[in-house]
């Protein structure tokens, strides 16, 4: 069985990539996709993964997004992350 998630990049990770990136190792959740991003994406291992906040198919994850699970067929966005005040 094969494993496909569509990753959504944010603006500041797009350059020489393109605006979404394919994975096609199985990752189990948040943090193991962070981990393989950080291995594919130069400028996201220089950034803190702190600066982005996840959603999962549209859903924005606001808490215990390491241990978001992931499944195949997700399509998962980073976006620049915001603060309120």
Not at 8 to 23: C, N, S, W
């Amino acid at each position: 069985m094969s494993f496909h998630l569509t990753v959504r990049l944010a603006e500041p990770l797009r350059e020489g990539v393109g605006e979404t990136i394919d994975i096609s190792t199985p990752v189990r959740n948040i943090g193991e996709l962070v981990l393989l991003l950080a291995q594919r994406l130069p400028a996201f291992a220089g950034a803190r993964d702190e600066l982005y906040n996840f959603a999962i198919n549209g859903e924005l994850l606001l808490h215990g997004e390491k241990n978001a699970p992931l499944a195949s067929g997700d399509e998962v966005e980073l976006l620049v992350a915001f603060a309120g005040g």
